[in-house]
Nanobody, 116 residues
Framework: QVRLVESGGGLAQPGGSLRLSCAASGDTASMDSMGWYRQSSGLGRELVAR???????RYADSVKGRFTISRDDANMTVYLQMSLLKPDDTDVYYCNYVTIGGKNYWGQGTQVTVSA
């Protein structure tokens, strides 16, 4: 079992920045990747960014150049630095952990609102 605890999020103005954190605990030796998804009400979750166990990164086209994902292996924490925020970035953001065996774990979700 893996437990994910998210923090950060909140309200930002357009053009502003926020940072999300996600700390993983439990059986973390089998990690394949960690990442962030976001979801609007009534819609499916979409990938925002992912960092692989080897350090490779993947980003949604809509956030490239604005968001940066990073990981602190000592604390098994993944970060999402969000800059140049737009109102379209408003969503609930979920931390995701995938094991080598393909099992998914999810955080509880944190609200990000971008508004003037």
């Amino acid at each position: 079992q893996v437990r994910l605890v998210e923090s950060g999020g909140g309200l930002a103005q357009p053009g502003g920045s926020l940072r999300l954190s996600c700390a993983a605990s439990g059986d973390t030796a089998s990690m394949d990747s960690m990442g962030w998804y976001r979801q609007s009400s009534g819609l499916g979750r979409e990938l925002v960014a992912r960092i692989l166990v080897g350090g490779g990164r993947r980003y949604a086209d809509s956030v490239k150049g604005r968001f940066t994902i990073s990981r602190d292996d000592a604390n098994m924490t993944v970060y999402l630095q969000m800059s140049l925020l737009k109102p379209d970035d408003t969503d609930v953001y979920y931390c995701n952990y995938v094991t080598i065996g393909g099992k998914n774990y999810w955080g509880q979700g944190t609200q990000v609102t971008v508004s003037a």
